[in-house]
């Protein structure tokens, strides 16, 4: 496997194994999770998240483990990072950005000027990135202050943070955040920009600062999370379902991921059938939100 490999969605593919050897299974255990959560793997889905957390849970260390181990810890659910972890990814693909475009060249102004310099500060700079399991974007803005802090905002929460080394050809990005030391690789790749940190691994999608005229997502759309087939379209336009209402099922690596009415409405539209092949981000049902009619 290397960058530019296709994976293809005819089979189950093996990507890499990983395989951990000390002097007792509590440690191989360990170490076995240390080095998923070290391995940078982009552009494709993998449970790795999910094979970290079983492997350090005390049952699993403790040998506690039987056919119901895996729904009973709740381990299968998708475990969105936390306000603080998000806050260092995004804060670290921002900063990451100024770099790259410094370094390249691409920023209209001499090289001792920072970025985003005014002689009175007015507007922060800002970024917006889309976030898996997030419904509104992460807007944030950043800004540098004379005494060489950058102060990053998001949601509520304004944070210092301290550029300690910036990143090198495939180096970490070194940063003081709110005086805790972290560190971040950030791999850019058009608009989405992978973050890896001991905090977790995060894909994020920059939004365009100046979206084209007449682009824009379908309004109410469910899409596939990941190329699949299609097992079971369970409604139909014009049926009214409420939120958690089964839509479609779809099989994908071998498992079934049942998309469910995310809120109450109606369906406007049905774009898939049974027995097809959706890519990832493909629309599969559109919904219109109860009291949300438009008007003819």
């Known amino acids: 496997m290397h960058t530019g490999?296709?994976?293809?969605?005819?089979?189950?593919?093996?990507?890499?194994?990983?395989?951990?050897?000390?002097?007792?299974?509590?440690?191989?255990?360990?170490?076995?999770?240390?080095?998923?959560?070290?391995t940078r793997v982009h552009g494709v889905t993998t449970n790795r998240s999910f094979l970290s957390a079983a492997l350090r849970h005390p049952s699993f260390l403790s040998g506690d483990l039987h056919t119901g181990f895996i729904d009973e810890?709740?381990?299968?659910?998708?475990?969105?990072?936390?306000?603080?972890?998000?806050?260092?990814?995004?804060?670290?693909?921002?900063?990451?950005g100024v770099h790259a475009r410094r370094r390249a060249g691409a920023l209209p102004v001499?090289?001792?000027?920072?970025?985003?310099?005014?002689?009175?500060?007015?507007?922060?700079?800002?970024?917006?990135?889309?976030?898996?399991?997030?419904?509104?974007?992460?807007?944030?803005?950043?800004?540098?202050?004379?005494?060489?802090?950058?102060?990053?905002s998001l949601d509520e929460r304004v944070a210092e943070v301290r550029v300690r080394a910036w990143p090198g050809q495939d180096e970490a990005l070194d940063l003081d955040?709110?005086?805790?030391?972290?560190?971040?690789?950030?791999?850019?790749?058009?608009?989405?920009?992978?973050?890896?940190?001991?905090?977790?691994?995060?894909?994020?999608?920059?939004?365009?600062?100046?979206?084209?005229?007449?682009?824009?997502?379908?309004a109410g759309g469910?899409?596939?999370?990941?190329?699949?087939?299609?097992?079971?379209?369970?409604?139909?336009?014009?049926?009214?379902?409420?939120k958690g209402d089964l839509l479609v099922i779809l099989e994908a690596m071998k498992m079934e991921h049942r998309i469910a009415a995310p809120f109450d409405g109606t369906v406007t539209e049905v774009r898939v059938a049974q027995g097809q092949q959706v890519d990832a981000d493909a629309v599969l049902v559109v919904l219109e939100a109860a009291g949300e009619a438009q008007a003819p």
């Open 5 to 38: 490999f296709e994976v293809g969605v005819n089979y189950d593919p093996l990507l890499a194994k990983v395989i951990a050897h000390a002097g007792s299974r509590t440690e191989a255990a360990l170490l076995l999770a240390r080095a998923l959560d070290a």
């Open 73 to 96: 810890h709740g381990l299968a659910a998708a475990r969105p990072l936390g306000e603080e972890a998000l806050l260092v990814s995004v804060a670290a693909a921002a900063l990451a």
């Open 177 to 218: 955040v709110d005086g805790i030391r972290r560190r971040a690789h950030v791999h850019a790749d058009g608009d989405m920009r992978y973050v890896d940190s001991p905090l977790g691994a995060i894909a994020l999608r920059e939004r365009p600062r100046f979206p084209v005229a007449g682009q824009e997502e379908v």
């Open 110 to 152: 001499p090289a001792s000027v920072p970025s985003g310099w005014r002689n009175n500060r007015s507007q922060p700079q800002r970024i917006a990135f889309d976030v898996p399991g997030r419904e509104e974007p992460a807007d944030a803005g950043y800004w540098l202050r004379r005494d060489g802090v950058w102060e990053v």
């Open 222 to 242: 469910l899409q596939a999370p990941m190329p699949g087939n299609v097992l079971q379209v369970a409604v139909a336009e014009g049926d009214e379902v409420a």
